[in-house]
């Protein structure tokens, strides 16, 4: 499989995209191999959507996947432009906003490049379920502060790094209860909060909210709540 990156783009593990490009053909199957990313996905649009106005803002999903969050928020009336590495999951993602006729950009790049040609273009940006997946997860976060708008809004989930994740996470949600294919996650890449909030420091962004993302499988759906060992959500604004 091919990325089509620029050739300065190396922030990617292709491990990683293959892994997931494996996946595409069933990422819109809400009892597929990602039910568990269909079950966070009203939580995720839910504390993006109570933070920032997605009526006619200009949104940027990077690591979009298959579309899931991207399509959402196109619901909620956002102009989204959505970016992934992975081929396939473009390609899926394209195919399905043909089926439900919701209007994304859906483009095969890095964002640091997409920084390069749109500094300061977005209202908000969102990156959900990616940082624990790439090698350098402090120049995703600098690439996505500079394509916001002075005020606009960074939006981030991933894993905390503690035994409570490594429990639930992994050997839970991949070995025993098999929501996730095994090998999604490894428990080296988890981020504490504290790492992330110095790497949005050093981006120029200020930490407004850390919130906790709650699966609870026995109802098949997420909530936002205090909690945030495991799961974790973040949103951070560029100073006007």
Same mark, same amino acid.
């Given at each position: 499989m091919t990325t089509q990156t620029q050739s300065h783009d190396t922030n990617f593990n292709q491990a990683e995209l293959d892994k997931f490009?494996?996946?595409?053909?069933? +990422? +819109?199957?809400?009892?597929?191999?990602?039910?568990?990313? @269909?079950?966070?996905?009203? $939580?995720r649009l839910g504390y993006v959507?109570?933070?920032?106005?997605l009526r006619n803002a200009d949104v940027?999903?990077?690591?979009?996947?298959?579309? *899931? /969050?991207? %399509? $959402? *928020?196109?619901? %909620?009336?956002? @102009?989204?432009t959505a970016i992934d590495l992975s081929p %396939? /999951?473009?390609k899926v993602a394209?195919? @399905?906003? /043909?089926?439900?006729?919701?209007?994304?950009? &859906?483009? /095969?790049?890095?964002? %640091?490049s997409l920084a390069v040609e749109k500094a300061g273009h977005f209202d908000a940006v969102?990156? !959900?379920? !990616?940082l624990e997946h790439v090698p350098d997860p402090a120049a995703i976060i600098q690439a996505c502060a500079t394509l916001l708008k002075p005020g606009g809004r960074l939006f981030l989930s991933t894993l905390n790094r503690?035994? =409570? =994740?490594? $429990?639930?996470a992994i050997v839970g949600a991949e070995y025993v209860a098999r929501l996730l294919p095994k090998g999604t996650h490894q428990y080296r890449d988890f981020i504490k909060p504290s790492e992330l909030a110095a790497w949005l420091r050093d981006a120029g962004l200020q930490l407004e909210d850390v919130s906790g993302l709650m699966y609870e499988p026995w109802r098949n759906a997420a909530r936002v709540t205090r909690r945030t060992d495991v799961? &974790?959500? =973040?949103?951070?604004?560029?100073p006007a």
């Open positions: 490009g494996a996946l595409a053909n069933r +990422w +819109w199957d809400p009892d597929g191999p990602q039910k568990a990313l @269909h079950a966070l996905n009203p $939580a959507a109570e933070r920032t106005t940027l999903d990077v690591g979009c996947g298959g579309g *899931l /969050l991207s %399509e $959402a *928020l196109g619901q %909620e009336g956002a @102009h989204v %396939e /999951l473009v394209r195919l @399905h906003g /043909l089926e439900s006729g919701v209007k994304v950009d &859906y483009r /095969l790049q890095s964002v %640091e969102t990156c !959900m379920e !990616m503690t035994p =409570a =994740a490594f $429990a639930l799961n &974790y959500l =973040a949103c951070a604004v560029k």
